[in-house]
């Protein structure tokens, strides 16, 4: 069973940092591809950063430079580091894992998400 935890969301002020994690379970983390995913209530959600089996990166624009995803494999968990954080970057963040072994990142499709943790940075 596929399971994913996330932690780390709360409140900072501008300019202040937060790092998110999610635990994995139930799939071959080491060889899947991840994502960070945010939304905002009647809002689409929004890929933040996603991260593919090679280490492979992508970012959204608004968080170039200022976020950072990565994988510790041996603790099957994902991070997000975030630095510099924005009003605009509340939200709840989601974290996001396509199961299947060995997809390059251009080709996740991600079925299996966690609960979501809140991130609300004021100025």
């Known amino acids: 069973q596929v399971r994913l935890v996330e932690s780390g969301g709360g409140s900072v002020q501008t300019g202040g940092s937060l790092r998110l994690s999610c635990a994995a379970s139930?799939?071959?983390?080491?060889?899947?591809?991840m994502g960070w995913f945010r939304q905002v209530p009647g809002k689409e959600r929004e890929r933040v950063a996603a991260?593919?089996?090679?280490?492979?990166?992508i970012y959204r624009d608004s968080v170039k430079g200022r976020f950072t995803i990565s994988k510790d494999n041996g603790k099957n968990t994902l991070y997000l580091q975030m630095n510099s954080l924005e009003p605009d970057d509340t939200a709840t963040y989601y974290c996001?894992?396509?199961?299947?072994?060995?997809?390059?990142?251009?080709?996740?499709?991600?079925?299996?998400w966690g609960q979501g943790t809140q991130v609300t940075v004021s100025s």
């Open positions: 996001a894992a396509d199961v299947r072994s060995g997809r390059p990142l251009s080709t996740c499709v991600y079925g299996n």
């Open positions: 139930g799939y071959p983390f080491s060889s899947s591809c």
């Open positions: 991260i593919d089996s090679a280490g492979s990166t």
